[in-house]
């Protein structure tokens, strides 16, 4: 019994910290894409996109965490775009590098929220 407990808890593990990868990898994505269309946003170069990706992921996951609400415009309406826009220039406080003004924050949230809403696959947490 604790064989099978212990390949059933490696395996748990295994898929969280595959989603959280694929969840950092598929938010690079999807930052890049957003700053390259919003006007009054820049990252300068891969290792800023890298580690603000991975700053909106861990912001993401603990408002999500402590609130139940995910930065997502496309799923929880205006609070999900407002979270969205608030943490796309929040980011700009802990990532040198990154730029970005409220404007730019706020077009950012709805292109992040189109270009997400098209990736494929789930991405929860």
Do not use: C
């Not at 930052?31 to 990706?53: E, H, V, Y």
């Not at 292109?111 to 947490?125: A, C, H, R, S």
């Amino acid at each position: 019994m604790d064989n099978a407990q212990s390949k059933a808890n490696k395996s748990t593990e295994t898929n969280t910290g595959m989603q959280i990868i694929g969840r950092l990898f598929a938010s690079a994505v999807v930052l890049a894409i957003t700053a390259f269309f919003t006007p009054g946003f820049s990252i300068n170069n891969i290792w800023t996109l890298i580690i603000a990706a991975a700053v909106l992921t861990f912001m993401d996951y603990l408002i999500a965490k402590f609130t139940g609400l995910h930065a997502s415009p496309f799923g929880k309406g205006f609070i999900g775009f407002a979270l969205a826009a608030i943490i796309l220039y929040v980011t700009q406080f802990f990532v040198a590098g990154y730029t970005i003004s409220w404007m730019a924050a706020i077009i950012g949230a709805l292109i992040y929220g189109v270009v997400d809403y098209f990736l494929p696959g789930e991405q929860n947490m």
